[in-house]
């Protein structure tokens, strides 16, 4: 099962929006809304920021969102704030009942 | 409140062996999948297998076959990732992680693994 791929980094300035995409094939992203997306900040465990493709878990600002067309999911950072500097992981179940993370992107705000 | 405790950093040697652990509470340990996550110096997250503590179902990442065991004892609520014979590439943070469905909605602090001659 090879990696979800992602852009290795993704910058913008404080109040813009930026994208994260994170492509796979239609055995995993493609195939089922199972998308997940976490944050991670260094030295600390990741956290979940969307689900099952575009929903927000209780607590989360709703600058973040997210959406898939095909094979490709994305996340949504509106407003963007000097804390969203952080990398972020797509995760999707795959057809062989098992999980996959993205290879993860660094963003970063000017 | 439900939460995910590890087991503390460790220091061993390549061929040694180790286990660490994954206590969950505040929730039915049993009803839910544990999943572990190998995080190495600098890298991304990688996925390397789920276990549901009831029946204890196991599921690998086929790069993780063989190379880790993953079981549960749901009697005390805890989950465990062990090694037979420690390599210096498996230097890594280990996280456990609670999932509810299809995502991980609770993850537990993290474990050092640390191997070196």
Do not use: H
Request: aromatic share 12%; hydrophobic share 30%.
């Amino acid at each position: 099962q090879s990696a979800l791929t992602q852009p290795a980094s993704v910058s913008g300035s404080p109040g813009q929006s930026i994208t994260i995409s994170c492509t796979g094939t239609s055995s995993d992203v493609g195939g089922y809304n199972y998308v997940s997306w976490y944050q991670q900040y260094p030295g600390k465990a990741p956290k979940l920021m969307i689900y099952e493709v575009s929903n927000r878990p209780s607590g989360v600002s709703n600058r973040f969102s997210g959406s898939k067309s095909g094979n490709t999911a994305s996340l949504t950072i509106s407003g963007l704030q000097a804390e969203d500097e952080a990398d972020y992981y797509c995760s999707s179940y795959t057809s062989s009942s098992r999980y996959v993370f993205g290879t993860g992107t660094k963003v970063t705000v000017l | 409140e439900v939460q995910l405790v590890q087991s503390g950093a460790e220091v061993k040697k390549p061929g040694e062996s180790l286990k660490i652990s994954c206590k969950g509470s505040g929730y039915s340990f049993a009803n839910y999948w544990i999943g572990w996550v190998r995080q190495m110096p600098g890298k991304g997250l990688e996925w390397m297998g789920i276990i549901y503590p009831g029946d204890s179902d196991t599921r690998y990442s086929p790069s993780f076959q063989g190379q880790v065991t993953i079981s549960a004892d749901k009697s005390i609520s805890t989950a465990y990732l062990q090694w037979s014979s420690l390599k210096a590439s498996d230097t890594a943070m280990y996280y456990c992680a609670k999932y509810s469905g299809t995502y991980s909605d609770y993850w537990g602090q993290g474990t050092l693994v640390t191997v070196s001659s």
